[in-house]
Nanobody, 131 residues
């Protein structure tokens, strides 16, 4: 069993920044992937970013957030961060992190944004971008 806890969501003005955290605990594997997803009211859950803990440590981003969001990992704290800069009202959503227990780099590269590949999910954290 793996437990994920998101935090860091808040109300922020357009152009502002937030850093979301996903803390991982439980029976984690040495290599796994963490994906950040978001879901706005009335919309499907969409992939935002993903990071693998493999040696290559690859990262992936949705086109809508490239250049604005950065995913990173603190190995010692078992935490994955999503730094979000230049936030837009369209970024308003509940943000979730998901845990993929069996990431394979080539597979992950083409499927990281698909929610079905993740085995565990956190409860989500609300991000609201509004003036």
């Amino acid at each position: 069993q793996v437990l994920l806890v998101e935090s860091g969501g808040d109300l922020v003005q357009p152009g502002g920044s937030l850093r979301l955290s996903c803390t991982i605990s439980g029976s984690t594997r040495s290599v796994y992937a963490i994906g950040w997803f978001r879901q706005a009211p009335g919309k499907e859950r969409e992939g935002v970013s993903c990071i693998s803990t493999s040696t290559k440590g690859r990262t992936y981003y949705a086109d809508s957030v490239k250049g604005r969001f950065t995913i990173s990992r603190d190995r010692s704290e078992n935490t994955v961060y999503l730094q979000m800069n230049n936030l837009e009202p369209e970024d308003t959503a509940i943000y979730y992190c998901g845990y993929d227990a069996t990431p394979v780099d080539m597979w992950l590269e083409n499927n990281w944004y698909k929610s079905f590949i993740y085995d565990y999910w956190g409860q989500g954290t609300q991000v609201t971008v509004s003036s």
